[in-house]
């Protein structure tokens, strides 16, 4: 595989493992999602991949190479981009201007890799001048994953996207994730929108409590009465308040 996490045990305080024994393998040109409740350690998981929270046990390794607990800036050179949950835009700046935040390399690798986004994402290019703080929250997040693609990820982490966006919006994010994925990038998003994260999916992983409950493909899952059942529990909750 591409990157597998084996294991991975997790936390923040001392004496309190939030990820409980994870699991993750992403095979090359996979896009692979992680759902499941409020609470289960999808953000932790990703934050751990990306070296912001300590991993206790277990192992990373990306192409062969062990990165357990390797910084994030040797994570972004060996191939891994990570977009936050709630990430921003540099207000102030342009679109461009925010992009070349996104890259530490010469011009020339700045103008391959702009043109590669604009490709995939023309409107970044026809407003390239425009500052980021006037875009909808949409378009920021359309510019956040372009900051991450900047340099050039094997594999890019997303938590999750579509939040706090309209419906339409959601729909345009699934779809643009869909777009980087099959521009030739491995993907891993984690969404609380789960049954539009299954239906995009290669594959995908239910965390429940820290631990992986359930995985397969995407499609498969969605109609997996078990996983059907842990999530019209959540959503219940979620829309009686
Ligand atoms: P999810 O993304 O699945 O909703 P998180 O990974 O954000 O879940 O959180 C999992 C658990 O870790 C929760 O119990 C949460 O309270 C705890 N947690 C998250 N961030 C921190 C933090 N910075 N410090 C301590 N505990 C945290
Ligand atoms: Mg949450
Ligand atoms: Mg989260």
Redesign the pocket.
Known sequence: PLLAATDLVA???PG?D?LGGCDLVVHPGELVGII??????????L?ALFGLVTIRSGTVVLKGEDITNHRADSLVRRGVGFVP?NNNVFPSLTIEENLQMGVFQAPKIFADRFAFIVDLFPTLGDRRRQRAGSLSGGERQMVAMARALMMDPSVLLL??PSAGLSPVRQDETFIRTRKINRAGVSVVI?E?NARRCLQICDRAYV?DQ?RNAYSGPGRELMHDPKVIELYLGTLATDVEG
């Open positions: 936390g923040y305080v309190v939030i499941g409740p409020n609470g289960a350690g999808k953000s932790t998981l934050k949950q938590d999750e984690v609380q965390l820290g």
